[in-house]
C-alpha cells in the first residue's frame, strides 16, 4: 500500500464547475501538506501550502486538512480551462532538513472543458 | 519560468549504457533535489544535497549516483541501464526559508531502447 493514495482520473469537469481533488495517507507523522499543479511538460509548480490540520483559502483555491481522518482535499471554483493540468498532493512529516523529501501522490489529471 | 535548468531536456540511449543529468539550481538555493516521475510510480524522490554535501537518500538505486559541485549545480548518473529507467528526471531546489516550496525544473526525460 502506498503512503499516499490519490484518483488518478482523468477527471473532466465544465468550465465554470467546482471541482473537488482528494489524497488520502497513511503516515500519521505527515504535519505538511502540498498541492502542486504540473501541466503538460512542464516541472511541479506549487500551488497550496497548509500545515496540520484546517483550510486555507487562495482565490479560487481552497485546501482542507483533515489529519483525524488522515483526508485531505483541494476544492477548485469557478473552474478554467487554463486549470486543466495535473494535479499532485504532497506531503512531509515536519520542519527539519529533511522536511523537503516531499511524498507525492500520483496526481489526478483534470480537464475542464470550455 | 521556475529558475532552475535542467539539460538535456530528452536522451535516448540503449540498455546498459550510462548518461548524466545536468541541473542549475535557483540562484541562491543551496539545496538541489532529484526526483523521478514514472506513469506507474508517479514521483519519487531520489536524493537531496545541500550546499554540496547529502542529505538524504531515497528510494535511488545503487546504480544512480549524484553529486553537487561548488557552484551548487548538480548532476545525477545512471548506469547500466535498464529499460524500466526510462522516467521523467526532475530536479528540484529550495530556498533557505522553509516554507514547503520546491522550484521544479522542466525535466529531462530519459528514454532507454
Known amino acids: 500500500q502506498k503512503e499516499v493514495e490519490q484518483d488518478p482520473g482523468p477527471l473532466s469537469v465544465p468550465e465554470g464547475a467546482i471541482v473537488s481533488l482528494n489524497c488520502t495517507y497513511s503516515?500519521?507523522?505527515?504535519?505538511?501538506f502540498m498541492w502542486y499543479r504540473q501541466y503538460s511538460r512542464k516541472g511541479p509548480e506549487l500551488l497550496m501550502y497548509?500545515?496540520?490540520?484546517g483550510n486555507k483559502e487562495d482565490g479560487r483555491f481552497t485546501a482542507q486538512v483533515d489529519k483525524s481522518s488522515k483526508y485531505i482535499s483541494l476544492f477548485i471554483r469557478d473552474s478554467q480551462p487554463s486549470d486543466s493540468a495535473t494535479y499532485l498532493c504532497a506531503m512531509t512529516p515536519g520542519s527539519s532538513g529533511s522536511a523537503r523529501q516531499l511524498t507525492f501522490g500520483s496526481g489526478t489529471q483534470l480537464t475542464v472543458l470550455p | 519560468d521556475s529558475g532552475v535548468t535542467q539539460t538535456p531536456k530528452h536522451l535516448i540511449t540503449a540498455t546498459g549504457q550510462r548518461v548524466t543529468l545536468r541541473c542549475s539550481p535557483r540562484s541562491g538555493d543551496l539545496s538541489v533535489y532529484w526526483y523521478q516521475q514514472s506513469l506507474d510510480q508517479g514521483l519519487q524522490f531520489l536524493i537531496q544535497y545541500y550546499n554540496g554535501e547529502e542529505r538524504a537518500k531515497g528510494n535511488i538505486l545503487e546504480r544512480f549516483s549524484a553529486q553537487q559541485f561548488p557552484d551548487l549545480h548538480s548532476e545525477l548518473n545512471l548506469s547500466s541501464l535498464e529499460l524500466g529507467d526510462s522516467a521523467l528526471y526532475f530536479c528540484?531546489?529550495?530556498?533557505?526559508?522553509?516554507?514547503?516550496?520546491?522550484?521544479f525544473g522542466e525535466g529531462s526525460r530519459l528514454t532507454v531502447l
Open positions: 497548509t500545515y496540520s490540520s
Open positions: 503516515n500519521s507523522a505527515f504535519q505538511y
Open positions: 528540484a531546489s529550495s530556498g533557505a526559508v522553509n516554507t514547503g516550496e520546491l522550484f
